[in-house]
């Protein structure tokens, strides 16, 4: 089972801000096969990016991901009001899919 | 738009058993693969299960092998989780999601909780 890390686990930031969140995995990620997720209180998740790059339907362009192999990374480049919330990576390139523990954007 | 629902959650207790349903609309459901996906209280997000669109293959964690079923009805646009023995660590939110490019649309959630 490939584990996902992901850092730091809480971001303050103020809206403009740029944000760069991080995923690692234990082992390579076939294809790129990792997927970033946003997640609000009493929400269910999500799908911003798949294919470690490809932003989801819908999802604006300040959303961007990034990396191969163990590292990823998403970043939101400016910061706006909504965007504060629980980001999750998961990876789907091997059985069992598996999900990063998250990363928490608040507000500083 | 994609519409997920699920249903069918509530108070268990441990040993019991439960069958939750997802209901979907707004795509062709029997040409995808769909998974369930659930979360403990405050707690990430657990991948359950999946089930391809024919039925012809389905997977489990090894959390819950042996003890939930996976099941759908193309021709009711339907979702099912049969969840038996259930125990206290099953407590979570149940979310049903398609499976397109990774996990695309989710349901908003059904919550289990199991206690005496």
Redesign the interface.
């Known amino acids: 089972e490939i584990v996902l890390t992901q850092s730091p686990g809480t971001l303050s930031l103020s809206p403009g801000e740029r944000a760069t969140l991080s995923c690692r995995a234990s082992q390579s990620v076939s294809s790129s096969?990792l997927?970033w997720?946003q997640q609000k209180p009493g929400?269910?998740?999500?799908?911003l990016i798949?294919?470690a790059s490809?932003r989801?339907t819908g999802i604006p362009d300040r959303f961007s991901g990034s990396g191969s192999g163990t590292d990823f990374t998403l970043t939101i480049s400016r910061l706006e009001p909504e965007d504060f919330a629980v980001y999750?990576c998961?990876q789907?390139g091997s059985?069992?899919?598996?999900?990063?523990?998250?990363t928490k954007v608040d507000i500083k | 738009q994609v519409q997920l629902v699920e249903s069918g959650g509530g108070l268990v207790k441990p040993g019991g058993s439960l069958r939750l349903s997802c209901a979907a609309s707004g795509f062709t459901f029997s040409d995808y693969y769909m998974s369930w996906i659930r979360q403990a209280p405050g707690k990430g997000l657990e991948w359950v299960s999946y089930i391809s669109s024919s039925s012809s293959y389905t997977n489990y964690a090894d959390s819950v092998k042996g003890r939930f079923t996976i099941s759908r009805d193309n021709a009711k646009n339907s979702l099912y989780l049969q969840m038996n023995s259930l125990r206290a660590e099953d407590t979570a939110v149940y979310y049903c999601a398609q499976r397109g490019a990774a996990e695309d649309y989710w349901g908003q959630g059904t919550l289990v909780t199991v206690s005496s």
């Open positions: 096969y997927a997720y929400q269910a998740p999500r799908l798949y294919g490809s989801a999750y998961q789907y059985s069992p899919r598996t999900f990063g523990p998250g």
